[in-house]
């Protein structure tokens, strides 16, 4: 069974700092990986995806994530974080199968000035 | 752009009353999405439709029904609501075949409270 494994709830950075979100699947075949990001009282928008080709794919708000099979990891980086990426960051994964996707318990970002 | 509405931002109810909330998209997606998101636990998936008329239960279904009369709309139904279902209540859409690779776009999410 797919499973999504987010092993961080909460971390906190400075403004400016960088910034790694962990996220960890279990997944048979190659797995189809998203990351999402929630702002307070909000939907979840969609901010990078991985399916083929390149591990490291680029997304919206200079976030960036890299696929390693070896270590059934899609983590979330970004260089130097901003105030307004205070957000709640979900992982998800989904097979080529189905249509569902399987979401982590999400990590809450707070962001120091 | 896609767009998912949801009729409510904020919902207060009483404990047996009989609750809808509603889901909107307009890009024409044939998959529909509900999902509960509580601290702590992510979100879950509680059904799925992927026609107009078809569903299929996800996770955490008890105490939940749903409707797809129109391709458009999905509604949730809470038949007897309890305060265990005071949640936040998520709406996806994603066209069919396209949730793997293109992902799910939601809706602003529905925070239901049962008093």
């Known amino acids: 069974a797919q499973s999504v494994t987010q092993p961080d709830i909460h971390i906190t950075v400075s403004e400016g700092a960088s910034l790694e979100l962990r996220c960890n699947y279990s997944?048979?075949?190659?797995?189809?990986l998203f990351w999402y990001v929630q702002s307070p009282g909000q939907g979840l928008q969609l901010l990078l995806k991985y399916f083929s080709g390149d591990t490291l794919v680029q997304g919206i708000k200079g976030f960036e994530a890299e696929f390693k099979r070896s270590q059934s990891s899609f983590n979330l980086r970004k260089p130097s974080v901003h105030w307004s990426d205070a957000a709640e960051y979900f992982c998800?994964?989904?097979?080529?199968?189905?249509?569902?996707?399987?979401f982590g318990t999400g990590t809450r970002l707070q962001v120091f000035p | 752009d896609v767009k998912v509405t949801q009729s409510s931002r904020y919902l207060v109810k009483r404990t047996g009353e009989k609750v809808f909330l509603e889901c909107v998209q307009d890009m024409d997606h044939e998959n529909m999405f509900w999902y509960r998101q509580d601290p702590g636990l992510g979100l879950r998936l509680i059904y799925f439709?992927?026609?107009?008329?078809?569903?299929e239960k996800g996770d955490i279904p008890e105490g939940y029904s749903v409707s797809r009369e129109k391709k458009e709309r999905f509604s949730l139904i809470l038949e007897s609501a309890s305060t265990n279902q005071t949640s936040m209540y998520l709406c996806a859409s994603s066209s069919l075949g396209g949730g793997p690779t293109y992902g799910q776009f939601f809706g602003p999410g529905t925070r239901l409270t049962v008093l």
């Open positions: 997944y048979g075949a190659t797995p189809y």
């Open positions: 439709s992927y026609d107009v008329k078809m569903k």
């Open positions: 998800a994964v989904g097979a080529s199968d189905t249509d569902k996707l399987i």
